[in-house]
Structure formats: structure tokens, C-alpha cells
């Protein structure tokens, strides 16, 4: 077994994307690397990288070969493998079913008529700040049960969660490596003083429902309680704002579809389905090898890491007809922009719901949505997240 890679992969980008251009729009070179080199090692960030549609679907799909552990204190489901996993993953489901997530559409579009209305009078907003940041957060505080007053904390820690190195150097890895281990270390205090309370005096929210969550009388620790939550921070938050930007950046960059979709309101569900494929929120997925594995002619070593590009596999020609066009109504559409096979997204119904919800409003109200003329974009400095900083928008009210 080789030693545990010096760098995590996930946090350097690959340096095939040299200009600003290419970091705001990868696809390009996503597909010249999975049409040139579809499984390849980097030397650079001492990883292999899979491009291919089938390739990626393989890593996905075989846990037993590519593991998703990452650090042996870790308890949250997404870093287990078989059978922790399944266990974790069905004491949670019962407190997280499609039911129960539809259940909070009219919150969420109370929340969202809240954010929209101070701006619609003056036809512009910040998407990102105004609305597409605040929203899951709110969701998810309120789903978790955290005190309205939190909220700021929460979205602060929720940043730290997800951040890449500020540049390539030792020193800004060794920085960010610290960050991150104050702010794990201040948001368990935090869910421990919550849980806490729940345990004494239970309310109707997830963490009370999860501390009394049961399978073959089996509960979770007090410390996989509290991984989840912070889990549901790291994983649903950030990918969902992303997930709402990138479909308006869709729409203001092929303006056409606006009207589409006014006109096929139903078509506003495989719209977003579509955004996961064509700009996923996330763009690759880490494993390790358990084993030596071949994969497509090239033999993976035990214990190397191994990143699956989602973002190069959505626009895989051999599984997507004209891969490179935004089509709202394609089908099938069978992307992996929420991944694939036992980790699949638990937050799927969710951000699905949140984006629909908003999709459907700001297309109610705003005609002509346009990015701000004279806005220069900036990508989010991560390996695997897709997304921008800031995205102004303009708009004729309707
Ligand atoms: C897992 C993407 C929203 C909770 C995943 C995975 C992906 C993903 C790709 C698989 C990771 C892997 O295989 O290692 C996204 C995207 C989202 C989103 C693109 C928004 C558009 C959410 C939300 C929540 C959530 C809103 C919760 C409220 C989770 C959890 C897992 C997960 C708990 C781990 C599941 C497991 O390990 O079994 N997500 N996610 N996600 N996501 Fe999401």
C-alpha cells in the first residue's frame, strides 16, 4: 500500500487550465483531456484523473475497489464505505424522504418571494448574495433546527467547509489545512450544545428526529449526529447555490431558452436536470484504490487517489447526443452531476426542489434576465466545484 498522497487532489486545480477563460469554462479542455488521455496519472497533484463517461460510472459504482474513506476519525456517511455506509445512510433516509422534502415547498418559496422582492422594483440584483446564498442556508438551518440568529456563522462556516487553497504553495496548503481543522473543531461545539439541548427537550426538526432514529435497534452516536449536520453544511449549501447560478448563467447566456421555458413551464424540471449535466456545481468526485485496478488500459495502484470527472463525463459523446448543447427537454439524461451508485446525493430532492422553485419565480417575474453588462467573472477557487463569485444580474419586471 503506497503512503496517503502528500496533497489532496481535490483541493489543487488541474494545471491544464492555465487562463481565466478556461477556469470560467473548463469543458473544452475536459474534453480534450478525456478524448487524448482518459485515464491518466498527474504527477503534479499525485493523482489519477478519469474522464471517460464509463470509466467515471466504473469508479462510482464499485466501492469495493475505490473507497471513499478518507481520514479515520471521519464519521460522516460520505467518507464511509460498506457496510458503515449503509447503515448511516438508512438511519438518515428516515428522517430525509422525497415526502418529506416536498413538504417544505412552501417555505421555500416564501423564503424565496422574501429575497426577490426588495430587488424586483429596481431591476437588479446579486444573484449569488441576494438570493442563492441565503436560501439553502436558510433551508438548511431551519431543516437542522439552528436559531434563526446563527445564520451568519453558519454561512461562514459553511465557506470554510468547502475552500480551496488560496494558491498552489506548501504554505497556503498548510494554511488552509489549519482553517479547516479550527472551523470542524468550532462547529462540533456548536451541534454538541444543540444536540444537547434536543436530547433534553426534543422539537419538531432533524436533529431531534435523528438522535431518536432507529433500525434493528441500532441508533447513531452522538458523534455521527453531529457529523451529519456538519455534513449537510458541507455538501448542501454551497453546490446548491451553485446549482442556482449556474442555471441563470444558462439563461442569460442563450436568452432564448427564457422564453422556452416561460412557455413550457413543465419543461423547468429537466431544465435543471440539465444545468447538472451541462454546468455541474460539482465537477469531480475523489476516491482511493483499495486495490491494484486496471482501468482502461492504465493499472492503479493500491492506495493511490483517484479523481472521476463528472464535469468531462456529462459531455461524453457516446452517452449524450450533441454533448456540447444545452437541450431543457433532453432524454434521456442520465448525468452524474449528483454522482452515481450508493453515495448518490441524499440532498438530490432538495436542491432540486429549491432550484425549481426559483427557476419557476425569477422566470414569473423577471423578463430579459441578463448578466450586468461590464461584469468580469471570477471562478470559485476550487478544484471541484464549478461556479463564479458574484453574478450581478439585470431584469425587466414582467
Ligand atoms: C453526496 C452533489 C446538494 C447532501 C453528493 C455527491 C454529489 C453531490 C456529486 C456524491 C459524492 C460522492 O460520491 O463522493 C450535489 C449537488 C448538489 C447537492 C450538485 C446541489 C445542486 C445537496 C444537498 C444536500 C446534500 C442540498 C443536503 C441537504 C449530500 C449528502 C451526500 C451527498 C449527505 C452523501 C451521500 C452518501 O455518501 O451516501 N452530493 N449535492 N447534497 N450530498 Fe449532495
Known sequence: MKQAPRKYANYIPIRELETLEERLSPFKVYAELRDNTPVRYDEHRECW??????????????????????????????????PKHKQLRDLVNQAFTPKAIEALAPRIQEITDELIAPHLSEGHMELIDDLATPLPVIVIAELIGVPAADRQKFKDWSDVLVKGARDDSEQAFQELLEEKKRNMQELHIYFTDIMEERRLQPKDDLISLLLAAEIDGQQLTSDEVVGFCILLLAAGNETTTNLITNAVRILSEQPELQQELREHPERITSAIEETLRYYPPIVAIGRVAKETVELNGQTIQAGEQVISWVGAANRDSTQFEHPEDFISDRKPNRHMGFGFGIHFCLGAPLARLEARVVLHTLLQHMGNIQLMPGTALQPIQSAFVFGVKHYPIQFNLI
Open 49 to 82: 484523473d478519469v474522464f471517460g463517461y464509463e470509466d467515471v460510472k466504473y469508479v462510482l459504482k464499485n466501492p469495493k475497489l475505490f473507497s471513499s474513506a478518507r481520514d479515520r476519525a471521519n464519521t460522516s456517511m460520505l467518507t464511509t464505505d460498506p
